[in-house]
């Protein structure tokens, strides 16, 4: 068995706004778990197609009860290949990704169509699609629904983090959810509260050495 998900977004900038972002979206605040990406391949077809590789490097932390199937030595850090399709003519971008390691445990592929939404000319269409896969034998049913969720998961992020740099690219000061503005605002009261507690320790010492230096004068 092999879980499907099937999904469709909308990027409110135009395709080549889009395009030109897909190759800038690293590193952007929501991709922390994207440790590398490098260009392995890239040619320009007869009817001017531009065809690329990428293979891009990526933390996975295994669930608990996976983490007990696989020896400590295992490496963490998932290797993904990319394949790319660009027709600059239609307007279209499909790439096509999956795992090269870790493949026993899981493959996950996805592919990507971005094309011109059919309602508003000036935004992006994107429909992804996406297979999970297992072979461990037993337990695979709970890979692939732990899998399924974790790309579910990373959806969310490439979206935020494709925002965010075409707001930078537009020269817009990206927007932050009420969420992230309250989460910020209370590491910032954290750090102010510790770095107080630390001036405050501070000056409790220093007038107390003050105090000592002040009593051994009238011995």
């Known amino acids: 068995m092999v879980k499907y998900f099937l999904g469709q977004s909308v990027l409110r900038s135009s395709w080549d706004q889009v395009f030109a972002a897909f190759w800038q979206r690293y590193p952007n605040p929501y991709s922390k778990h994207v440790l590398t990406e490098d260009i392995v391949h890239r040619e320009v077809t007869p ?42 003519q239609n307007q279209t971008m499909t790439t096509f990704t999956w795992n090269i390691n870790h493949a026993r445990l899981m493959v996950v592929e996805e592919r990507c169509v971005y094309c011109v939404n059919s309602d508003n000319s000036g935004w992006t269409e994107i429909r992804r699609e996406a297979w999970v896969s297992s072979g461990l034998f037993g337990v ?34 990206p927007s932050k959810s009420l969420v992230e503005t309250a989460k910020e605002a209370k590491e910032k009261a954290r ?23 002040q009593q051994q004068q009238f011995v």
């Open 47 to 88: 009817d001017q197609k531009l065809l690329s590789r990428r293979l891009l490097t990526k933390t996975n932390r295994m669930p608990r009860w996976a983490e007990r199937l696989f020896p400590a030595n295992v490496a963490h850090s998932v290797y993904i290949l990319e394949d790319s399709i660009v027709d600059p």
């Open 140 to 173: 695979s049913r709970a890979v692939q629904e732990f899998g399924l969720a974790r790309f579910k998961s990373n959806v969310t992020k490439t979206m935020k983090g494709f925002e965010y740099i075409l707001a930078k690219l537009q020269g817009e000061a």
């Open 191 to 213: 750090e102010t509260a510790l770095a107080a507690t630390e001036k405050a320790k501070d000056l409790a010492s220093k007038a107390a050495t003050k105090k000592q230096q």
